[in-house]
C-alpha cells in the first residue's frame, strides 16, 4: 500500500460540512469513484482559480486553517498551492488515498521550474487517477492514469510501474486529454476542438509533503517573472464554458464561442467578480492595486 506522503486528515466533520456547502455539493460521501467524479467537478464549478491576493500584496498561507478560511469561510478561490492542498484535505477527511506532486508548467520557453505547479494523485480501486482543481481550464473531471495490483504494491507513487499507464485519449466537453510517458517524465496533453496537441506541464508520481512547495508558492507571489505578479486572474468553469476575469476584460465561452467585454471600472470589476464568481473584494484597495487589477 502507498503510504509515503499521504495527505493526512485535519478538517474536522464540521469543517467538512462547510466545504461540501461551499461546493453546492449535495452527493453521496463515500471513497469511490463518483464521489470522487462528482466532487471533483464541483469545486472546478464553484471554487474560482485565482491570483486576487497576489496581486493585492496579501501574503499566501498554505496553512489547512488559513486555506479553509480564505476559500470556504471567505468564498474565495485561490492557485494551485492553495485549492489543491485544500482539496486534498477534504479527500483525506472522506477516506480518499491522495498524494501532491510537483509539476513543470509548459510555456513558450518549454516547461517551467521544479514544484511550479501542485496537482494530486487518487489512489482508489487499484486505480490511480490524476486530480486538479488549481490549473484553471484544465480537465473537469479526474483522470484515470493507472489501474492494476502494482498500484498497491508499490511504496510510494513514483515506484509504481508504468507499464500499465493509460495512454488513451479521454474527452471531456468536447476537449481530449492524454498523458505521455516522455524521457524527462510525464507530461498532460490537452487538444481544444479543431486545435492540435498541446502540453500543459510535466510531473513526476513521486509524493511530496506541502512543505516542498513553500519556495515556489513564495516566488509566484513576489517574483517579476511569474505570470501570477503580471496580471490578475480569476476564473471558474461553468456547465457549458468557463467564465474569467484577466485584468480589465471579462471573457465568457459558451460551447467553445467566446465573447469578451471590458471592465475597467472599480464599482463594475466588483459588481462583475460577485455576479459571476460570488467573490467580494475587500473594501480597501489601493490605487496601485486597482491598477494592477484593471490594467
Not at 492595486?289 to 490594467?295: E, G
Request: proline share 3%.
Amino acid at each position: 500500500m502507498i503510504n509515503h506522503g499521504l495527505v493526512e486528515k485535519v478538517l474536522t466533520a464540521k469543517q467538512v460540512r462547510q466545504y461540501l456547502e461551499r461546493l453546492n455539493y449535495h452527493g453521496q460521501c463515500r471513497a469511490d469513484i463518483q464521489t470522487l467524479t462528482c466532487l471533483h467537478q464541483a469545486h472546478m464549478e464553484n471554487v474560482p482559480f485565482e491570483n486576487l491576493d497576489i496581486v493585492l500584496g496579501r501574503k499566501i498561507n498554505l496553512s489547512p486553517d488559513a486555506l479553509f478560511t480564505k476559500v470556504v469561510t471567505g468564498k474565495r478561490g485561490g492557485f494551485c498551492y492553495e485549492v489543491n492542498s485544500l482539496f486534498a484535505s477534504l479527500l483525506a477527511a472522506l477516506g480518499f488515498e491522495v498524494y501532491l506532486h510537483a509539476a513543470r508548467v509548459h510555456g513558450d520557453k518549454g516547461f517551467g521550474r521544479p514544484f511550479d505547479h501542485m496537482l494530486l494523485s487518487v489512489c482508489l480501486d487499484k486505480a490511480l487517477y490524476l486530480a486538479d482543481v488549481g490549473f484553471g481550464d484544465s480537465f473537469i473531471q479526474p483522470l484515470r492514469l493507472m489501474q492494476g495490483d502494482d498500484v498497491y504494491a508499490a511504496e510510494q507513487p513514483d515506484a509504481v510501474s508504468l507499464a500499465c499507464l493509460n495512454l488513451g485519449a479521454v474527452s471531456q466537453r468536447e476537449v481530449n486529454y492524454k498523458v505521455v510517458n516522455t524521457a524527462d517524465g510525464l507530461v498532460l496533453m490537452q487538444q481544444k476542438p479543431s486545435q492540435t496537441w498541446q502540453a500543459q506541464y510535466l510531473f513526476s508520481l513521486q509524493a511530496f509533503e506541502i512543505s516542498a512547495f513553500y519556495d515556489m508558492c513564495q516566488y509566484h507571489q513576489t517574483s517579476p517573472q511569474s505570470s501570477f505578479t503580471q496580471k490578475s486572474l480569476c476564473s471558474v468553469a461553468t456547465p457549458a464554458g468557463r467564465k474569467t476575469m484577466s485584468n480589465g476584460r471579462f471573457i465568457e465561452t459558451v460551447n467553445h464561442l467566446r465573447q469578451e467585454s471590458a471592465c475597467t471600472e472599480q464599482d463594475r470589476y466588483r459588481e462583475m467578480l460577485k455576479q459571476h464568481f460570488r467573490l467580494t473584494l475587500p473594501q480597501e484597495i489601493s490605487v496601485q492595486s486597482w491598477q494592477k487589477l484593471l490594467a
